[in-house]
């Protein structure tokens, strides 16, 4: 059984889950060992009859999983990090982070999963903390093109150039800035990898909202106009983009991106807003590529 809360004993709480309790206060730090074991504990709770090469390669994700959640606690605070991961609702959390792994191995999320994680050890908000459950369950839910929709969204709309002076942080005055972020910085980011986004499971799933009720007040080119300074205010957004379009010929591979997710005009992108939900996915997902802060 794992030493991660000192001498412990399990206790069954449901089919698909096993709670792990403390028996005495926690008097050492936390170990590489510790995590591992939990993470080990927990497979062998959930999966006690898989067949051995099955296991043998679950164990094996798991245990990368153990490795990579144990290395992003090392920058939170320790005696914060032991004490949270007392709390059963932490608990089942990592529970569900660690049998999506086992399941889906090399499909699996880590990254992210051990950034929503940390967040949740470290979050004393209850709204926040009821998010990022549901931002946990998602993740062994979601497609790598729906995880890159509402990237490229975040980063669309909520993510942008800033210049720092004396410690205060203000929209960088710079339009070129601006421009290389939207047409190259996001491209990076998502790549060109990406096909249709399927409107229903995003709406399904509480990733965005689809029913037609709700939009981005600015449209998406008079953002980027305000923003790069670039002549594109007075394209209509209820204009088919084309590749000779003024649209499209300054932004091409923002446009590009854009068409391969399926929409023809920006008035469509703007009428599916990503949701609350989305949103801190996308920062978990940005903060483990190291885009973001």
Known sequence: MSKLLGD??????????????????????????????????????????????????????????????????????????????????????????????????????????????????KNNEDEKNLLLN?????????????????????????????RTENGIKTLHPDPSVHFNYYENKIYEIIGDDIYKIDEFQLGYKGLAITNGL????KPLNILLSERTGKPISDYSNDTIMQENDVFCSTFPKLSLMIRKFGFDK???????????????????????INVIK
Not at 272 to 286: C, D, G, K, Q
């Open 8 to 121: 412990t004993q399990s206790q069954e709480v449901s089919e698909n889950s096993i709670a792990i309790q403390a028996g005495r206060d926690l008097n050492i730090g936390l170990s590489y060992r510790d995590v591992k074991e939990i993470c080990v504990d927990l497979i062998e709770a959930n999966f006690p009859i898989l067949r051995e090469e099955a296991r043998q390669i679950s164990m094996q994700y798991v245990e990368e999983f153990g490795r990579k959640f144990f290395e992003r606690l090392q920058s939170e605070d320790s005696e914060i990090t032991q004490e949270k991961l007392k709390d059963p609702d932490v608990q089942a959390a990592i529970t569900t982070s660690v049998i999506h792994v086992a399941r889906m191995t090399e499909k699996s999320y880590q990254e992210i999963l051990c950034e929503l994680l940390a967040e949740k050890i």
């Open 134 to 162: 549901d931002a946990i369950e998602v993740m062994t839910k979601i497609t790598k093109n729906q995880l890159l929709f509402i990237v490229f969204m975040h980063c669309l709309r909520n993510v942008w150039s800033v």
């Open 214 to 217: 709700k939009s981005y007040t």
């Open 266 to 288: 920006i008035i469509d992108l703007d009428s599916i807003p990503i949701t609350s939900l989305s949103e801190i996915i996308a920062n978990a997902y940005l903060k483990q």
